[in-house]
Each structure stands twice: as C-alpha cells, then as structure tokens.
C-alpha cells in the first residue's frame, strides 16, 4: 500500500501522517498496518564497554563503572537494576522492552587500510572492500540497506541520507552506498532535509519562519480532513501531534542556528558558516532536530529507510555537556583528549557514550508518541545503532557494540542483552531484512543473506527473530 498522503495549497506541500480510520474497509490486513521501517544510525570511534552495556553490581560494592573489578556483564533479559544512572545504557530504561543490545559481534572482513573506514562501510552493508591506495577512500562493494528498502518499497524515491556535523576531515560520509557501491553524500542542513519532505511555503527569510508555518498554507484543507466524520479520535489525536510537531521543528530549526544569522535560514544552502558554526557550537541540539525530522518522515510514510551518520570518521567536534567544553571526539576516544589524566579522559569518553544513547532514546521516543492501534509507531519498525571500532585505542573489529530498538511489528525479539558469539554483523543485517520484508537480491524468497556471501558468517541469528 502507498502511506504517503499529501495536502496541498498556497504553494506548500505537506505529508500526513498513517490515518486508520480512512483505510477503506476492504482493505487487508498489511494496509491496515503501517508499513515496516527502518533507520540505521553510526555513531563514531567505539565505546567504553565498562560503561556501554548493561552490568550486574555485586552485592556490597559501590556501582562505579570505572572499576572493572565491581560488577559483571548482565546479558540476557534487560532488568533497571542493571541499567543503573551511571551507565549509558540507563538511557534506555524508558524503552528498556524494545532495546535488544548485540554483543561480540565482528566485522566481516578485516582492516588493510584505515579501520575508521573499512568498519564503517561495512556497518549497514555487511559488503566486502573495495579498497584504495589513498587512506579513506575505500568503497563498499554493494549497497547499504537503506536502499535495499527504497528499491523495494518506494523505489521512485530515495531513502534519507543524513549527516551531523561538519565535515572537516578527510573521512567524512563512510555508511551510505548504492547498489553499485558508489558513495552517497549524507546531507547535514536540517533545514534541506525537512523541505525535501514536506515542503516549505515560497519564502526567503527565516523571520517568516518563526511567524508563520507549512501548516498555515494549507489550513482550510487541514480543517477539511479534520471534519472528516470517517475520522476516528485517535487519528484526530494523531494529526494534532503530527502538526504541532512540524510546528515545533520549524521552531527549532530557526532557534539553532546564531541569531545574527537566522534571517537567512531559507537561503543557508548559500551561507555555509551559520550552519558550521551551529554543527561547532551547538551540535547536540542539531541532533536532536535531525531526530525530529527522521520521525516526521517515517510517520508520514515518505520514506521506510534512512541512514543517519553521526559525525565524520574521524572528527574533532567538541561538545559541550554541563557547561563544560570538552576536547575533540577523535581524541578523547583515543584517551587523548586530557594529556597525563587518564581518569578525566575516562570520565569524558563516558560522558560522550552517554551522549550517543541519549540520542538514540530521543528518536525512540519520538517514534512512540505517534499511536497507531494502540501501539507506538516505533514497534512497527526498527532502530539500529552502531559504531565501527570496537573502541577508540585499539580500533579492534571484533565485540563491536549493536542496538536494535523495535521489533519490526513483532518479528525480532527485545528487551534482551544478547552475545550469540563471534558472529558478522552482517547476520543482525539479515535478520533485520527478514524482519522488514526484504527479498533475497533477485528472488521472491524471504531474506536469508545481506551483503557479501563470503562474509566470515551470515544468515539470519535464530536467536534474534521470531518465527
């Protein structure tokens, strides 16, 4: 079925939301429902393993992830107690049934080259190497999975391939590829994004922006659905939040960038330095609107695929948590950000890995407000999080951390710390092609095999999806 709905008028266009209610009621079952999605996310240079996954506490000792020594690794069902306030992972617990964490898994083919790199293409692919004399440039050898479900589902629109920060280094987009394992450029202005989706009334400044919304361009249609006697109170419930949502966005999408500048928001494609300095200064807001974003596309069926990379392959971003300034990503993964003090460049990479699941939970979140049948639209599809290296020092490829948030309308299992051994994370990609829908590459049949079939291990994890 085609989800994607549009009303139009005064020169905007813009996306509705799935609305139940105006299924027709000869409609099967899969129309009824919203269609699967899902949304790969990178996050960069590895985590802090004492700090990134659930942990049992020992009875009598102090939960400090700092001391090895103090707790044990808790796989297996995901219970708070081991999800305490000090760990990343505690920036789950809200959505602790839905998270299913993947442990031990490795990348399919081995570094020769640069690890920030070779891992990274690799990430939604599961695709062998193609590599290069030249450091960074690399390709992947097929395509990644957003556009395996683009070329399925929706092939007449591309999925969304999105960026978060500034691209300053010389491995900059390193997830994205085609079918012919040709590159893809992530893009980073939210703004590009979000009138690529939904459209923007023909304006020029941002001022405007702030005053007035896509939603006023189209009102007397807005109210013409509204009054539909078909429509019931949960999709009403539904276009309210879908419409305040936009309305939020543009707020937000005004309200990040430097205020000397916002008057040119419209026309940032063409002013480069607002949008650098809002990436420099303020880049976790920028995240966080970029989430916003990728959930109003997925609930109004735009796309059922987006590929979102959090920063460059080796970047040197400096947040700011706390009122604190910390020191350039790369670095402080590499326990360099503070010279002769590893306990604060400890104390700074956990701060980061806080940072990357708080991200996470926050597209979770916004994914299971929008309540379709009595369930969060983030249960018909999947996030899958992951980084590349195993952590900053070694840049090893084996117990590299996975996510998975959804179950794909109940077809993977959640609310479990898995370890199913040194598997290829390919195997996580084939299970969630499965899950999705995804045919094998030429075939009718379901999905057994994502990427490369020389992949060190593949098929999908038996443990991972429900029959």
């Known amino acids: 079925m085609q989800r994607r709905n549009f009303i139009k008028g005064s020169g905007a266009l813009l996306g509705l939301p799935f609305l139940e209610s105006l ?62 306030a000090d760990l990343a992972c505690s920036k789950m617990l809200p959505h602790l049934a839905r998270t299913a964490y993947i442990r031990n898994l490795k990348m399919g083919f081995p570094n020769r080259n640069c690890h920030h790199n070779i891992h990274a293409l690799q990430l939604f692919t599961g695709s062998e190497v193609r590599y290069s004399e030249k450091q960074g440039d690399a390709l992947a050898a097929s395509e ?90 949960s999709d009403k419930s539904r276009l309210d939040l879908h419409f305040s949502t936009i309305r939020d966005v543009e707020k937000k999408i005004a309200k990040t960038l430097p205020q000397v500048k916002v008057d040119r928001l419209n026309v940032l494609a063409k002013d480069s330095g607002a949008l650098q300095a809002a990436n420099a200064d303020r880049l976790d807001e920028v995240i966080k609107l970029q989430m916003d974003i990728i959930a109003l596309a997925i609930s109004s069926g735009y796309v059922r695929g987006v590929n979102f990379q959090m920063l460059s392959g080796i970047d040197d971003t400096q947040f700011t948590f706390d009122g604190q300034r910390l020191p350039p990503a790369h670095s402080i993964s590499h326990h360099e950000g503070v010279s002769n003090n590893p306990g604060e460049n400890m104390r700074m990479l956990r701060r980061l890995d806080m940072f990357w699941q708080e991200a996470i939970a926050y597209l979770a979140t916004a994914l299971s ?44 299992k959640t609310g479990e710390d898995f370890n199913f051994g040194k598997i290829s994370n390919a195997q996580v990609l084939s299970s969630v092609g499965w899950a999705l829908g995804l045919k094998n590459k030429g075939t009718n049949e379901p999905m057994t095999n994502f990427g490369s079939d020389k992949n060190t291990s593949k098929g999908r994890i038996a443990g991972l999806i429900k029959a």
Not at 56 to 68: F, I, M, R, V, Y
Not at 380 to 388: K, L, P, Q
Not at 389 to 404: D, I
């Open 144 to 233: 990644s999975m957003e556009w395996a479900i683009a070329k399925q589902f929706h092939p007449t629109v591309d999925p969304l391939v999105m960026f978060a920060g500034n691209k300053r280094s010389f491995l900059n987009d390193t997830t994205s590829f085609r079918e012919d394992g040709s590159k893809v450029i992530g893009e980073n202005d939210p703004l590009k994004i979000y009138n690529r989706i939904f459209g923007m009334a023909p304006k020029d400044d941002s001022a405007e922006l702030l005053r007035k919304s896509v939603n006023d361009y189209v009102r007397e249609q807005i109210k013409t659905i509204q009054a539909n006697p078909r429509l019931s109170a």
């Open 369 to 412: 407000q929008d309540m379709i049948d009595n369930k969060p639209l983030l249960d018909y599809g999947v996030i899958m999080a992951a980084t590349e290296l195993a952590e900053g020092t070694s840049h090893s490829e084996n117990n590299v951390p996975h996510m998975l948030i959804g179950s794909a309308n109940g077809r993977l």
């Open 23 to 84: 299924v027709p009621k000869n409609a099967s079952a899969q129309d009824v429902n919203p269609n699967s999605f899902a949304i790969f996310i990178r996050h960069p240079h590895g985590v802090v393993h004492s700090h990134w996954w659930p942990r049992k506490p020992q009875a009598g000792l102090q939960q400090n992830p700092q001391d090895e020594g103090q707790a044990t690794m808790a796989t297996g069902i995901l219970k708070a107690e081991n999800m305490w």
